[in-house]
């Protein structure tokens, strides 16, 4: 079955230093990949996602995730933490070509940012 | 801007009490999915419905029906509630299935004693 693997989570990072959340998939084959973020006590809104074409996908607030497909990798990163930033992040997979319409999320990435 | 909307937003039940929590989307959606989120677990699908009249188990189903009677709607049921169900509940639709943006709701906290 398909999985993703967030490592670490909890992450703490100082403002306007780089970020970087890893999300790993497991598949044979390139699945749809996604961004989320919660901010909160909200539901949770897309940061970016990939399908396919170029690997490195630009989203909103400042984040990209660079698809790697010899890593099964899909991190994330921002070059300069905000305070704004500070949310859970997941990462989620479709996989292709099945029928079935879901979304698979990993456990998500506590972000902090120290001022 | 409605998007989409969950009612209550904060339940506390007994142990084998039953209850709904009611999913509405104003965007003309055809899917529409209920999750639980639990600390450390992340997101797990329960139920999902790809249109009106249809629904499909998730990875999570035991101890919950769902219903889409109408487009617009998405009903979740707990007919004999358990603390195992004490969670996070997000409804979520996007347009034309999981491949595409998933539009959520802002939770309904589910506390079972």
């Known amino acids: 079955a398909q999985s993703v693997t967030q490592l670490g989570s909890h992450v703490s990072v100082s403002e306007g230093a780089l970020v970087l959340l890893r999300c790993n998939y497991s598949?044979?084959?390139?699945?749809?990949l996604f961004w989320y973020v919660q901010y909160p006590n909200q539901g949770l809104q897309l940061l970016l996602k990939y399908t396919t074409g170029a690997t490195l996908v630009k989203g909103i607030n400042g984040f990209e995730a660079e698809f790697k497909k010899s890593e099964t990798s899909f991190h994330l990163t921002k070059p300069s933490a905000h305070m704004s930033d500070a949310a859970e992040y997941f990462c989620?997979?479709?996989?292709?070509?099945?029928?079935?319409?879901?979304?698979?999320f990993g456990q998500g990435t506590r972000l902090t940012i120290n001022p | 801007n409605a998007g989409v909307t969950q009612t209550p937003k904060f339940r506390v039940l007994k142990t084998g009490q039953s209850m709904t929590l009611l999913c509405a989307q104003d965007m003309n959606h055809e899917y529409m999915y209920w999750y639980r989120q639990d600390p450390g677990m992340g997101l797990r699908l329960i139920h999902y419905s790809v249109g009106e009249g249809t629904t499909a188990k998730g990875e999570v189903p035991d101890g919950y029906n769902v219903s889409r009677l109408k487009k617009q709607n998405f009903l979740l049921g707990l007919e004999s509630a358990a603390p195992s169900q004490t969670s996070v509940y997000f409804c979520a639709s996007s347009r034309q299935g999981a491949s595409e943006k998933l539009f959520f709701g802002s939770g309904t906290q589910l506390s079972v004693l």
């Open positions: 989620a997979v479709k996989p292709s070509g099945q029928g079935a319409q879901k979304l698979v």
């Open positions: 598949s044979s084959v390139p699945p749809y």
